[in-house]
């Protein structure tokens, strides 16, 4: 997912860019060497923008609703698996559109209503069962901001080699215990097998 995220910025071959929601930089360590750009890392988390800081980044907290950018800063930002969990949306769509100049490119990277469906069935959880901001439905408040909009579904195979990574990833998605994860697996020797289904949103600021 990340090589067509990155690869999505490069195609406009920004100068400047953002990543918005960074966490640790590690992705926005490749962005800024793979576009070739000077790539600025944010974090709503300061111990978050202290690691990306680590890798040489430059890397600011704040708040994606309330970016401390002016108006047009940016060719090019990047919001990867971070805006679903904003309590405006829009507010802070609109604020995305703001540090963008004219002609600038937005990459938000999503989940798919039907993400690793094949694990959520056989332990009875669904993270994304009143999904707020997902491929299906991400598009409209884009829109209000952006055009023209592009979707790009990406799909992948996830193998997982035991049930503690099982478990970690569960644990990513709430309160999930060991007992809930052995009763769900059952006699099973290995944890199964199940399909990445994500979505590259590509949006232009008119």
């Given at each position: ?7 999505a910025?490069?195609e406009?071959?920004?100068e400047r860019v953002v990543?918005v ?13 793979e576009a ?10 300061p111990?978050?923008?202290?690691l ?9 907290t704040?708040?994606?609703?309330r970016?401390p950018f002016?108006?047009?800063s ?6 990867n698996?971070v805006?679903?969990h904003l309590p ?12 963008l ?5 937005l990459?938000?990277?999503v989940?798919?209503?039907d ?7 056989i332990v009875?959880?669904q ?10 439905n991400?598009?409209?408040?884009l ?10 579904d990406v799909?992948?195979t ?5 049930r ?7 644990e ?9 994860l ?6 099973r020797?290995?944890p ?10 590509v949006?232009s600021?008119?």
């Open positions: 997912m990340e090589d067509v995220a990155i690869a910025v490069a406009a071959a920004p990543d929601g960074c966490g640790t930089g590690d992705v926005t360590e490749r962005l800024a060497r070739e750009a000077q790539v600025v890392a944010l974090d709503l988390s111990r978050m923008a202290e990306a800081a680590a890798r040489g980044l430059p890397a600011v704040g708040d994606i609703e970016l002016p108006d047009g940016f060719d090019a930002v990047l919001a698996r805006l679903y405006d949306l829009d507010a802070g769509l609109a604020e995305l559109a703001r540090i100049r004219p002609g600038g490119r990459v938000v990277v989940y798919r209503a993400h690793l469906a094949e694990l959520w069935e009875g959880h993270p994304l069962a009143n999904p707020t901001f997902v491929a299906e991400g598009e409209a408040p829109a209000r901001h952006f055009e023209p909009v592009e979707r790009r799909t992948g996830a193998r997982f080699r035991s503690a990574g099982v478990g970690r990833l569960l990513a998605y709430g309160d999930f215990s060991d007992v809930d052995a009763a769900a697996l059952g006699d020797a290995a199964p097998v199940a399909t990445y289904r994500q979505c590259v949103f949006a600021r008119p």
